[in-house]
C-alpha cells in the first residue's frame, strides 16, 4: 500500500535540484538533433497547488522553489532561465509567490521536441489518475504500473537516444536495491542512454547500500551531485542527491554553477558537492 504523497512536498529543495538537473540534461541532449525517448519511472501526479492544504501543511517549497522565484534576479548562472520561464508562465499572479509548481512529467513534456516522446509511470492509484488526466492535453503516454519493471521492458527504444528519471520515494526499503538493480539491468540493455537517478541523503545513511552496489557495479561514468542543509535535522532527509549517468559533456561544470547560487542563507541554505562516484 503506497501512502506517500508528493504533494506534501513539491517545490521543495529536493525538486530544485532534481528538476534542474533533468532540464539541464535534456537541453544538452538537444543540441543533437536526433529524437530521444524520455521515461519517468516514477512520475507523481504532473501539477502541484502549492497554496493547497496539502503544499502549506509541510511549506516545503518555501525553502525551495519560492525562496528561488524570490532571488530569481541574482541569479548568476544563465542555466535557470528556462525553468524560470516556465515557472511564470505557470503562475500569473506577477511578480507574488508561486501558485502552480510542475512536477518531472510536466517538465519533460514542456521541453521535448516533435519526435521526442515521453513515457511515465505512475503506481499510486488516484496519482495515476490525475496524471493521465493530464497527460491526455500533454501527448504524455501514461502507464500506471510498477515504473522499475516497466522501463525495463521498454528497453532499448525506438528512438536513437534515451533520458530516463528513476525518482522513488524509497517507503519501501528494497527500493533502493530495486533501483541499484533496475539501473545495472537498464544500462546493460540501452549503455548509451542517460539515466538520473534521485535518492534522499538520510541523516542515518540508509541510501548508503544503493551508492555502494553502484560503485562496485558494471555502470560506468556515473556523476554524484549532493545538496545539503546547512542546518539539517537530527533525523530524516538532511539532503538530496543525483546520480547522472553518462552525463553530457561539460554538464558537471554547468550544473555546478547552477548549484552555486543555492548555497547561504538568504538562497536555499545548501551545500553543494559533485564527484564521479564511478569514472569512465
Ligand atoms: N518524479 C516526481 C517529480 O519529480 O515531480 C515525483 C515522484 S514521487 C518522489 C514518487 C512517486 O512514485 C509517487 O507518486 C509514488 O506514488 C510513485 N511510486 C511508488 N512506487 C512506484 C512504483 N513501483 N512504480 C511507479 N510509481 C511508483
Known sequence: MLSYLHAFHAGNFADVQKH?????????????????????????????DLAGDRARKT?????????LWSERQSLQSPD???????????????????????GSPAWLAHFSRPGDSV?????????????EKWATRAGVRVRCEDGLKGLLRSLPPAQPRLLTLIDPSYEIKNDYRAVADT???????????????????????????????????PVRKIL???????SP????????????????????????????????P?????SASMDWLVPE
Open 80 to 102: 535557470w532561465q528556462s525553468m524560470l520561464s516556465v515557472l511564470q508562465a505557470h503562475n500569473r499572479n506577477g511578480g507574488g509567490p508561486l501558485e502552480d509548481y510542475p
Open 224 to 230: 554524484r551531485s549532493e545538496v545539503r542543509l546547512e
Open 59 to 67: 511549506a516545503e517549497s518555501d525553502l525551495g522553489v519560492q525562496r
Open 20 to 48: 534542474a538537473a533533468l532540464i539541464l540534461v535534456l537541453a544538452m541532449m538537444q543540441a543533437k538533433k536526433s529524437a530521444i525517448a524520455c521515461f519517468d519511472t516514477h512520475a507523481g501526479s504532473a501539477l502541484y
Open 266 to 270: 538568504r538562497r536555499l541554505g545548501l
Open 119 to 131: 513515457t511515465a509511470f505512475e503506481l499510486h492509484p488516484s496519482e495515476g489518475r490525475a496524471l
Open 183 to 217: 539501473l545495472v539491468k537498464a544500462w546493460q540493455k540501452c549503455r548509451h542512454g542517460v539515466y538520473l537517478v534521485w535518492y534522499p541523503v538520510m541523516a542515518n545513511g540508509l541510501e548508503q547500500p544503493l551508492l555502494d552496489t553502484l560503485a562496485e557495479g
Open 233 to 264: 535535522p537530527e533525523r530524516g532527509m538532511v539532503g538530496s542527491g543525483m546520480l547522472v549517468v553518462n552525463p553530457p559533456w561539460g554538464f558537471d561544470q554547468r550544473f555546478a554553477a547552477m548549484l552555486d547560487d543555492l548555497k547561504g
